[in-house]
């Protein structure tokens, strides 16, 4: 049997943590599906067109990774596919409080589907998409903490 993982999240936008993760994971896995949610109740600051495009363009060297939008539960996304990991990355002592919730919530709803947790390389370790927003609203350059194929001007 194959063993598929899905990396879900919003990636509003990719980061380089995000695509350390997924990198690194690769080897570990005979595919990895990169799930971006499309959350309709959540307002994002990049279409869903965009976050695709940039994390399409981030893993296209890597023949076992590929991107798929999902709406609904990250569970059902699971199923559909025939993926039995689920990876996250860990950056710090909150995330694990927060993927252990997520985790077992997960597990009952699904008891086939193993959690994966991958340690973030200490580099990456403050890298969040929420405060990458903020520098962008703000004008700054995030440069460094995105994939190279990320521009956010385009
Ligand atoms: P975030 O909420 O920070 O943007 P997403 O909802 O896109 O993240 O999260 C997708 C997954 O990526 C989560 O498992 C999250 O913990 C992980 N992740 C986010 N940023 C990093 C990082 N800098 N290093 C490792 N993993 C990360």
């Not at 981030?58 to 539960?73: A, D, H, K, Q």
């Not at 959690?115 to 700054?140: C, M, Q, W, Y």
Request: glycine content about 6%.
């Amino acid at each position: 049997m194959k063993r598929i993982a899905v990396f879900p999240g919003s990636f509003d936008p990719i980061t380089r943590g995000h695509e350390n993760i997924v990198r690194r994971s690769a080897k570990l896995f005979d595919e990895i599906i990169v799930a971006i949610g499309n959350n309709t109740s959540k307002q994002s600051m990049f279409s869903i067109d965009q976050r695709k495009g940039w994390v399409d363009k981030t893993f296209e060297n890597i023949p076992n990774v590929r991107t798929e939008i999902y709406e609904g539960l990250t569970v059902d996304f699971c199923k559909k596919n025939g993926a039995t990991f689920l990876l996250r990355g860990l950056r710090n002592g909150g995330d694990f409080e927060y993927e252990r919730t997520i985790a077992h919530m997960n597990k009952a709803l699904w008891n086939e589907l193993e959690t994966i947790l991958v340690f973030t390389e200490p580099e990456f370790a403050s890298v969040h998409s929420t405060v990458i927003r903020e520098i962008i609203k703000n004008k700054g350059d995030v440069s460094q903490f995105v994939p190279q194929y990320v521009s956010i001007n385009d």
